[in-house]
């Protein structure tokens, strides 16, 4: 059965033929399983426009009403988690053990926004001047579009409309066409939650429902999680329209070991996040960096870890790791693996192989490790975001600091080490937004800002934590005298 996934406007599917439709796919069975609907201007038109007249009066409720249905979501989102888990595991292909986590991860930021009431305090100085007061409010900036990637059907999704409407927006989220499904799940669970309808809108769509979007005038912000080339065209177009706009790019993650570091703990680090999700993670571990001679010991512990992992729907309760998103996809990523051969890469473990019993036309590419890459190899200097890990060994600390700040990304990063003079040296000289101390990925959590630096961010702004109440509103200062102190002129500026 192929199941037809249309727009989601003012609190119900949308009925009109749209003017096209996309492939939905199920990656483990490599099979169609569903269509989307891809808007046009005027199908974005339609979503602005209703979200225009519900932010008029969403504005206006009370903080107690914004919170109590933040927290009402929270509560149906959990009663719903399975459910969620199954879309996002049936259209992404990540085990839904991960799928589970990810829809937590998405709850965490939904429960920061619970506390808006909070958050949205402003500050206040009294007699700046005999009897004047100042003081500074955040008001919402009326419609924001969102629009995301394929590799978190949920959690990035929540990384930004939780705090949008909390803060008194409206929202236009435009998913990514590959995962479509949960998208409208959530926004169905926002109505059931009390959200009116027309604050939270899904509009599906390709690259034009995205420009369609990025010139409409009544969208006052953009933001955007994906690929670093369509993260630029973002910045700079809605930059261009007068929009405020936050444009999270691609990565390339490095996990640094030192020679003094727990190697077993190091390698379960690289294992977990070079290969969780297949890889497809913008804070993936994609490249092991070993530090002075334990190369040969870390790349053994890595190989008899992957011996271990099985590679199957990720439905399966056994999976540790399911396919690829795309058939396209899969190409891409093996495609690099070929090169990084050609190359003269040592190809020590080759997941390209591998039959999945029941699964013969699924996306499937198992976990595959490369040694003795070089920094000048594509399988090292582009993002291949798939279940491929390379490993580059190098002589001192400075030298793994000076190969990852020569990168254009600047995502995440790691070190492990048993050194915390090292590790402090590390965490001081490193070019990159997130970084992990003994941890696989460091993610931070929603009271902290999610961020990246050079090409993985574009704009001063990361998701959620304070960045993202800064985001979502715009301050206002008053000046006001309410005292009777007398008036006179004066020409003086200022007085
Ligand atoms: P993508 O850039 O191809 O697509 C992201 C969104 O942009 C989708 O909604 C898509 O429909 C739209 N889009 C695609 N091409 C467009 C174009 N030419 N013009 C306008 N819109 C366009 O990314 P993806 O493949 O869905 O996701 C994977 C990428 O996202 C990886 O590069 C990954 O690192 C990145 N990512 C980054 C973060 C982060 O926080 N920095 C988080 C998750 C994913």
Same mark, same amino acid.
């Given at each position: 059965?192929?199941?037809?996934?249309?727009?989601?406007?003012?609190?119900?599917?949308?009925?009109?033929?749209?003017?096209?439709?996309?492939?939905?796919?199920?990656?483990?069975?490599?099979?169609?399983?569903?269509?989307?609907?891809?808007?046009?201007?005027?199908?974005?038109?339609?979503?602005?426009?209703?979200?225009?007249?519900?932010?008029?009066?969403?504005?206006?409720?009370?903080?107690?009403?914004?919170?109590?249905?933040?927290?009402?979501?929270?509560?149906?989102?959990?009663?719903?988690?399975?459910?969620? %888990?199954?879309?996002?595991?049936?259209?992404?292909?990540?085990?839904?053990?991960?799928?589970?986590?990810?829809?937590?991860?998405?709850?965490?930021? %939904?429960?920061?926004?619970?506390?808006?009431?909070?958050?949205?305090?402003?500050?206040?100085?009294?007699?700046?001047?005999?009897?004047?007061?100042?003081?500074?409010?955040?008001?919402?900036?009326?419609?924001?579009?969102?629009?995301?990637?394929?590799?978190?059907?949920?959690?990035?999704?929540?990384?930004?409309?939780?705090?949008?409407?909390?803060?008194?927006?409206?929202?236009?989220?435009?998913?990514?066409?590959?995962?479509?499904?949960?998208?409208?799940?959530?926004?169905?669970?926002?109505?059931?939650?009390?959200?009116?309808?027309?604050?939270?809108?899904?509009?599906?769509?390709?690259?034009?429902?995205?420009?369609?979007?990025?010139?409409?005038?009544?969208?006052?912000?953009?933001?955007?999680?994906?690929?670093?080339?369509?993260?630029?065209?973002?910045?700079?177009?809605?930059?261009?329209?007068?929009?405020?706009?936050?444009?999270?790019?691609?990565?390339?993650?490095?996990?640094?070991?030192?020679?003094?570091?727990?190697?077993?703990?190091?390698?379960?680090?690289?294992?977990?996040?070079?290969?969780?999700?297949?890889?497809?993670?913008?804070?993936?571990?994609?490249?092991?960096?070993?530090?002075?001679?334990?190369?040969?010991?870390?790349?053994?512990?890595?190989?008899?870890?992957?011996?271990?992992?099985?590679?199957?729907?990720?439905?399966?309760?056994?999976?540790?790791?399911?396919?690829?998103?795309?058939?396209?996809?899969?190409?891409?990523?093996?495609?690099?693996?070929?090169?990084?051969?050609? %190359?003269?890469?040592?190809?020590?473990?080759?997941?390209?192989?591998?039959?999945?019993?029941?699964?013969?036309?699924?996306?499937?590419?198992?976990?595959?490790?490369?040694?003795?890459?070089?920094?000048?190899?594509?399988?090292?200097?582009?993002?291949?975001?798939?279940?491929?890990?390379?490993?580059?060994?190098?002589?001192?600390?400075?030298?793994?600091?000076?190969?990852?700040?020569?990168?254009?990304?600047?995502?995440?990063?790691?070190?492990?080490?048993?050194?915390?003079?090292?590790?402090?040296?590390?965490?001081?000289?490193?070019?990159?937004?997130?970084?992990?101390?003994?941890?696989?990925?460091?993610?931070?959590?929603?009271?902290?800002?999610?961020?990246?630096?050079?090409?993985?961010?574009?704009?001063?702004?990361?998701?959620?934590?304070?960045?993202?109440?800064?985001?979502?509103?715009?301050?206002?200062?008053?000046?006001?005298?309410?005292?009777?102190?007398?008036?006179?002129?004066?020409?003086?500026?200022?007085?």
């Amino acid at each position: 059965m192929v199941k037809t996934i249309r727009h989601f406007i003012d609190g119900a599917s949308t009925q009109d033929e749209p003017p096209a439709w996309g492939d939905v796919h199920d990656p483990a069975l490599g099979s169609v399983s569903g269509r989307v609907a891809l808007g046009d201007a005027a199908a974005v038109d339609q979503a602005v426009k209703v979200a225009v007249d519900a932010q008029a009066a969403w504005q206006e409720e009370s903080l107690g009403t914004r919170q109590q249905v933040m927290l009402q979501l929270i509560r149906l989102i959990e009663r719903d988690r399975d459910e969620l %888990a199954g879309l996002i595991t049936s259209e992404h292909g990540k085990t839904i053990a991960d799928a589970r986590a990810e829809v937590n991860a998405g709850l965490d930021v %939904a429960k920061f926004a619970a506390g808006i009431p909070a958050l949205l305090k402003g500050e206040y100085s009294e007699n700046v001047t005999r009897g004047v007061d100042t003081y500074s409010i955040r008001q919402p900036l009326g419609v924001v579009a969102g629009i995301t990637p394929f590799n978190f059907p949920v959690m990035v999704p929540m990384w930004m409309f939780p705090l949008a409407v909390a803060c008194g927006n409206a929202f236009v989220l435009k998913p990514s066409e590959k995962v479509p499904s949960a998208a409208n799940r959530l926004a169905a669970l926002a109505i059931e939650a009390g959200l009116p309808p027309g604050v939270l809108n899904v509009l599906h769509g390709n690259a034009s429902a995205v420009d369609a979007l990025l010139a409409h005038p009544n969208v006052s912000a953009v933001s955007f999680v994906g690929s670093t080339p369509v993260a630029r065209h973002i910045y700079e177009t809605a930059a261009k329209n007068g929009k405020r706009v936050q444009a999270l790019g691609g990565a390339k993650n490095h996990l640094v070991v030192l020679p003094d570091a727990d190697l077993d703990a190091a390698a379960n680090a690289l294992i977990s996040a070079a290969y969780g999700s297949a890889g497809e993670r913008c804070m993936a571990i994609s490249v092991a960096v070993a530090v002075g001679d334990i190369g040969d010991a870390l790349r053994d512990r890595l190989v008899a870890r992957i011996g271990t992992l099985t590679t199957a729907d990720g439905r399966q309760p056994d999976s540790d790791m399911g396919p690829l998103v795309t058939a396209d996809h899969l190409r891409r990523v093996t495609g690099y693996v070929q090169a990084g051969a050609d %190359a003269g890469a040592d190809v020590v473990v080759d997941g390209r192989d591998i039959q999945v019993s029941g699964r013969d036309n699924g996306f499937f590419l198992a976990p595959t490790l490369l040694d003795h890459v070089r920094p000048d190899m594509s399988v090292y200097t582009d993002e291949i975001f798939g279940p491929v890990l390379v490993m580059l060994r190098v002589r001192t600390l400075d030298e793994a600091v000076a190969l990852i700040n020569g990168g254009e990304y600047g995502n995440g990063v790691s070190i492990f080490t048993r050194d915390g003079v090292a590790a402090r040296r590390f965490q001081h000289a490193i070019q990159v937004g997130m970084v992990g101390l003994n941890v696989p990925i460091p993610v931070p959590v929603p009271y902290f800002p999610f961020g990246g630096w050079k090409r993985s961010l574009f704009g001063d702004s990361g998701q959620y934590g304070e960045d993202g109440i800064r985001f979502y509103t715009r301050r206002k200062v008053v000046t006001a005298r309410w005292a009777d102190t007398g008036s006179r002129v004066d020409m003086r500026f200022p007085a």
